[in-house]
């Protein structure tokens, strides 16, 4: 659950598979993209709020197949709290 409410990725491999299984996520990180945004509710009230990535149609046709990794919420700090 944690995994699909942050949007990473939970990788493991018996002792014999840790080489290919490192060579893979490694893989995996040197292909992905970052993406970044400011909200347009401006109201620092702690409140989570919901998100939602979606890629285009056109993108796998271009691309290929694409895995989408996002999280699903995040919480904006109150007014004068620390991140934690």
Known sequence: MFVEETGGELTGAPPDKIDETLNRVVDNISASY?????????????KRR???VELAAEVEKRQGKVALMARRSYVIA?????KK
Do not use: Q, V
Request: charged fraction near 40%; avoid cysteine; aromatic fraction near 4%.
């Open 78 to 82: 109150k007014e004068g709290e620390k």
């Open 34 to 46: 970052s993406l970044a945004y400011i909200p347009t509710n401006t109201a620092r009230d702690g």
């Open 50 to 52: 919901r998100i939602r």
